[in-house]
């Protein structure tokens, strides 16, 4: 008890100190709650970062196949074109027949040009797999559960969630990697087809003056 002193020197018991209103036990349970919330936090910002990188690569993808497809749509064209090519020469070497004699030149199959080598080795490869990339289906389903994901509030789900974006960020690394290869390769490919059309028409321009 404390003491204090009255106007007539004498002392009388004062009230007890106040206790303070929250004990040890109190602080290190707000501490702990505190620190609970930070890696909360932690994991809820790393999941919100690892989700909208998924995404951002999610549609890298499909753009990086829709390149492809323009790509190989051009290659296409520039296959019907050698196509055309191949069949103007035929007619110009059956124009150039002389001393009456008479050439069948569709008896036997022509060889394959450059251009439809090429071709038909970007399809066989094609056919063996070499193109393993996700599906269209499989992107739309990443795009489903992303939001279930992200909304997840468990700390074990949220870890869970967490490397699950890491592995598929991983396969999309390695499916990126694949398109590039194949755009790079029919890059290669249409400017070899490019200079074979062009090569094929100054030919022919050449021959056809001849014959005039």
């Known amino acids: 008890l404390w003491a204090e002193m009255t106007p007539e020197g004498s002392t ?3 009230a007890s100190r106040p206790r303070p209103l929250i004990s040890a036990a109190g602080n290190r349970m707000v501490r702990q709650t505190g620190e609970y919330r930070d890696e909360e936090t932690i994991r809820r910002d790393a999941l919100a970062t690892a989700l909208a990188t998924e995404e951002l690569g999610a549609n890298t993808l499909v753009q990086l196949r ?4 323009q790509m190989e749509n ?12 191949t069949r103007t020469q035929r007619t110009i070497r059956s124009m150039r027949s002389f001393s009456g004699r008479v050439k069948n030149w569709f008896s036997k199959s022509e060889p394959l040009s450059e251009i439809e080598e090429r071709r038909a080795s970007r399809q066989a490869s ?4 070499s193109r393993e990339t996700r599906s269209q289906y499989e992107l739309n389903k990443l795009t489903r559960t992303r939001q ?3 909304d997840s509030t468990d700390p074990s789900a949220q870890v869970d969630a967490l490397h699950a974006v890491v592995r598929n960020l991983s396969a999309m690394a390695s499916d990126m ?3 590039l290869s194949i755009q790079n ?7 070899k087809d490019m200079t074979s059309v062009q090569t094929s028409l100054a030919n022919q321009t050449r021959q056809l003056k001849k014959m005039l």
């Open 126 to 129: 094609a056919s063996n797999g």
């Open 177 to 179: 990697h694949s398109e």
């Open 185 to 191: 390769d029919l890059l290669n490919d249409i400017d």
């Open 12 to 14: 009388r018991p004062s």
């Open 66 to 69: 829709r390149q492809t497809e």
């Open 148 to 150: 279930e994901r992200r």
């Open 74 to 85: 051009m290659s296409g064209e520039l296959a019907e074109v050698d196509a055309d090519l």
